[in-house]
T-cell receptor, first 110, second 117 residues
Framework: QSALTQPASVSGSPGQSITISCTGS?????????VSWYQQHPGKAPKLMIY???NRPSGVSNRFSGSKSGNTASLTISGLQAEDEADYYC??????????FGGGTKVTVL | EVQMVESGGGLVQPGGSLRLSCAAS????????MNWIRQAPGKGLEWVSY????????HYTDSVKGRFTISRDNARNFLYLQMNGLRDEDTAMYYC??????????WGQGTLATVSS
């Protein structure tokens, strides 16, 4: 199972919006509405930010939103803040009854 | 409060074994399927293994099939990963993660397994 494809890095200024893409195939991203996104700060465990493509868990800022079109999912962070600087990973369930993650995107707040 | 605490990591030589544990609390452990997910130093996340609520169904990523065994003790609220025939490329932080509707809603803090001679 190949990893989902994410850009290695994305940057933006405070207050701006950024979007991270996550491209898979019909066997994962395109085949299920089970895409999730995780935020990971250095030395910390990943934290769920978006599940089932576009749902936010309780306590996650509404500045985070998700969407999907075909085999590509996206995470948008609006009103970028310094605390958003972290690594972000997408994930999807697959037709092989496994999970696959993206390679991760480092978000830098300029 | 949902909590999961991993333990059992350490330094082991290639070919050696480790048994990772994940102690769960704050929720009905037997009601949730669980995953082990690992992260090599400076690298991304990689799904390793899955176990159903009863333990009757398990899945593994191809690179660990035949070497790793996932299990659980619902009476004691523990998840395990027995790792045999360890290789350099198994060096990673290992996280246990609770599965809710095909996503991971809670993660432990991780335990580091280092394979090196």
């Amino acid at each position: 199972q190949s990893a989902l494809t994410q850009p290695a890095s994305v940057s933006g200024s405070p207050g701006q919006s950024i979007t991270i893409s996550c491209t898979g195939s019909s066997s994962d991203v395109g085949g299920y509405n089970s895409v999730s996104w995780y935020q990971q700060h250095p030395g910390k465990a990943p934290k769920l930010m978006i599940y089932d493509v576009s749902n936010r868990p309780s306590g996650v800022s509404n500045r985070f939103s998700g969407s999907k079109s075909g085999n590509t999912a996206s995470l948008t962070i609006s009103g970028l803040q310094a605390e958003d600087e972290a690594d972000y990973y997408c994930s999807s369930y697959t037709t092989s009854s496994t999970w696959v993650f993206g390679g991760g995107t480092k978000v830098t707040v300029l | 409060e949902v909590q999961m605490v991993e333990s059992g990591g350490g330094l082991v030589q290639p070919g050696g074994s480790l048994r990772l544990s994940c102690a769960a609390s704050g929720f009905t452990f037997s009601g949730y399927s669980m995953n082990w997910i690992r992260q090599a130093p400076g690298k991304g996340l990689e799904w390793v293994s899955y176990i159903s609520t009863s333990g009757s169904t398990t899945h593994y990523t191809d690179s660990v099939k035949g070497r790793f065994t996932i299990s659980r003790d619902n009476a004691r609220n523990f998840l395990y990963l027995q790792m045999n025939g360890l290789r350099d490329e198994d060096t990673a932080m290992y996280y246990c993660a609770r599965i809710l509707s095909l996503h991971h809603d809670y993660w432990g803090q991780g335990t580091l397994a280092t394979v090196s001679s």
